[in-house]
């Protein structure tokens, strides 16, 4: 054999292993690319209007983050997001690639429409918002009008004196409108005869301006209490305290701020309805879309009646009333009771 011979099968063989080192080297190529998409994880943001430690509202917020941490999800937040600011914040996440933003409160509903058509791969979505718009934004609430006719019960069956009353937040927004109204309805349904007088202030998060509009109320006569504002909310609860009458909070924390007073919370379940919105957007549903969760519900109800993990009331409210709050529940629950609210029911004033 010539060696012109050799070498030609040799260059031949060297050819063959380079081949196959390029096939193999495409293949693990491929693999790895798999491997990453099969591995990838969801990124969210959530964006809130206040501090995280408020016990209220943006604390709620917050276990929808700790909620999505639990399921495996890339999860960002951003504290005291001021309205100028949440059209900004919400193109920033988008823009550094998160799946689903989320902005905790009904006032994130425009900047999200305006933001939502430049980035159609994010889904973003509006916690107490109104109506879903386009392919990508979505909003989601609980039942603000069954838990406000509930506490309306409650407030008419306590108050003696005839009088109650509510210090509310962000007057006109839909879920306020929701909650202020049909408190104002719950409480006539069952004392055509009570007083029911509303008080608007400016910032949900002021807990002095919150205080001294729940002590004029006391001063004219209302011996119970209740109100939907962030950490202003524990202004309310402090007036109650030191002039003894009943309120409702929003959290089993706002409990231990006055035992004897606090009756009840709505402690809204954002961590479930965030989970179950942000589990959609994976599978590509959860865009464009308005979910309301209440006691109607599959899944979750959106919210619930707490004066303490495992325990709906004060141990004051007599056992008549707590029978009558819970088969209202149990209607609401079957579609039996149905309950309609209109800007005029949640109006300032009497």
């Not at 002039?243 to 701020?257: C, F, P, Q």
Request: aromatic share 6%; net charge neutral; with cysteine.
């Amino acid at each position: 054999m010539s060696n012109t011979r050799i070498q030609a099968g040799g260059l031949r063989l060297v050819v063959r292993h380079l081949k196959l080192a390029l096939i193999g080297c495409a293949l693990g190529a491929s693999l790895a690319s798999a491997s990453t998409a099969a591995l990838a994880v969801e990124k969210a943001a959530i964006l809130l209007p206040g501090s995280i430690n408020d016990q209220s509202w943006n604390a709620q917020g917050y276990e929808g983050v700790k909620r999505l941490k639990a399921m495996g999800w890339d999860v960002a937040y951003s504290e005291n997001v001021q309205p100028a600011d949440m059209a900004q914040a919400m193109r920033d996440y988008a823009r550094r690639g998160y799946d689903v933003v989320i902005g905790h409160t009904g006032r994130f509903q425009s900047a999200a429409q305006e933001v939502g058509p430049r980035f159609p791969k994010t889904v973003f979505v509006v916690g107490s918002g109104s109506a879903g718009s386009g392919k990508n934004v979505s909003a989601v609430d609980f039942d603000n009008t069954q838990f406000g006719y509930l506490e309306g019960v409650l407030a008419a069956r306590m108050s003696k004196t005839g009088k109650i009353g509510s210090v509310n937040g962000l007057e006109g927004l839909p879920n306020v409108v929701a909650q202020v109204g049909a408190f104002r309805k719950g409480a006539l349904s069952v004392r055509p005869d009570i007083q029911v007088k509303i008080i608007y202030v400016q910032d949900m998060e002021d807990a002095g301006a919150a205080k001294e509009a729940a002590l004029s109320l006391i001063a004219w006569g209302a011996d119970f209490l209740t109100g939907k504002l962030n950490a202003g909310q524990s202004g309310i609860i402090a007036a109650a305290k030191d002039k003894n009458i009943y309120v409702t909070g929003r959290s089993v924390e706002d409990t231990a701020l006055a035992p004897q007073n606090v009756l009840t919370n709505i402690v809204e379940q954002w961590g479930d309805m965030y989970a179950a919105i942000a589990d959609a957007a994976s599978h590509g549903t959860g865009g464009g879309t308005y979910r309301l969760y209440g006691l109607n519900t599959k899944g979750s109800t959106g919210a619930q009646l707490a004066y303490l993990s495992g325990q709906q009331f004060n141990p004051v409210v007599p056992a008549a009333i707590v029978q009558e709050l819970n088969d209202d529940e149990k209607k609401f629950a079957a579609g039996t009771l149905k309950v309609s609210v209109t800007a005029h029911d949640a109006r300032g004033g009497l």
